[in-house]
């Protein structure tokens, strides 16, 4: 069975601070996708990021990077500089490589940006 | 195309009714998926679409609720004789088949209010 914790529930930052949103996975499959998905107050899962199983360079991607360590099962996702347009909840999602796009959800972590 | 959409956006019914919900997926895209997100929670998989066939049912899909894409294109999901733990949002995601995992572009959902 595939879960995912996001330990965090809510965090709160002013404007223009980093924000690191942390990810745990448990999976038996030996590969895997793993998603970021940013859900504003519209209720529209917007797609952030994805990274599968066979590659664990860290990238950045704009304002957004990633952090990913299998050793530890981990999936880190940081935004840089934040805006108060980062306000959301963002989750974490784990998919086998199966190709059917069938994704287990965190519970999420609602981000919220003051100016 | 606009991304999907779903109709309604909202529905209020009273327990013991059946209620249908509607998902348009981008026109190019063969796959479709149903999820449910309550209250603070993440989405969980309910069901999955290829082209017209289901392939794929979670458990969570109980008797009740029952799911079609008839001519492989827009799909409808089912309740019937609704419970107030039916109450959530339904949201519909689809993507394309190309080998590879390829990105669900997510609905904006229809909220399901059970009284």
């Known amino acids: 069975a595939q879960k995912v914790t996001q330990a965090q529930t809510e965090i709160s930052v002013v404007e223009k601070e980093d924000v690191t949103l942390d990810c745990v996975y448990e999976t038996r499959d030996t590969t895997y996708y793993l998603f970021w998905y940013k859900q504003p107050p519209s209720g529209e899962l917007v797609f952030l990021i994805r990274?599968?199983?066979?590659?664990?360079q860290n990238e950045i991607s704009g304002r957004y990077s990633w952090n990913f360590q299998k050793s530890t099962s981990s999936f880190n996702f940081t935004i840089t500089a934040s805006q108060v347009v980062d306000s959301a909840v963002y989750f974490c999602?784990?998919?086998?490589?199966?190709?059917?796009?069938?994704?287990?959800f965190g519970a999420g972590t609602t981000v919220t940006v003051r100016a | 195309d606009t991304g999907v959409s779903q109709n309604p956006r909202h529905k209020i019914t009273k327990r013991g009714q059946n209620v249908t919900f509607r998902c348009d997926p981008i026109s190019e895209h063969n796959r479709l998926y149903w999820y449910r997100q309550t209250l603070g929670q993440g989405p969980e998989f309910l069901t999955y679409?290829?082209?017209?066939?289901?392939?794929?049912k979670s458990r969570l899909l109980s008797d009740r609720f029952s799911a079609e894409r008839p001519k492989g294109s827009f799909s409808t999901l089912e309740i019937q004789r609704t419970e107030q733990g039916d109450s959530a949002m339904y949201l519909c995601?689809?993507?394309?088949?190309?080998?590879?995992?390829?990105?669900?572009?997510f609905g904006q959902g229809t909220r399901l209010t059970v009284v």
């Open positions: 990274r599968n199983s066979f590659d664990e």
């Open positions: 995601a689809s993507s394309g088949s190309t080998g590879l995992l390829t990105e669900a572009f």
């Open positions: 999602a784990l998919s086998d490589l199966g190709g059917d796009y069938k994704l287990s």
């Open positions: 679409f290829q082209n017209e066939a289901q392939l794929e």
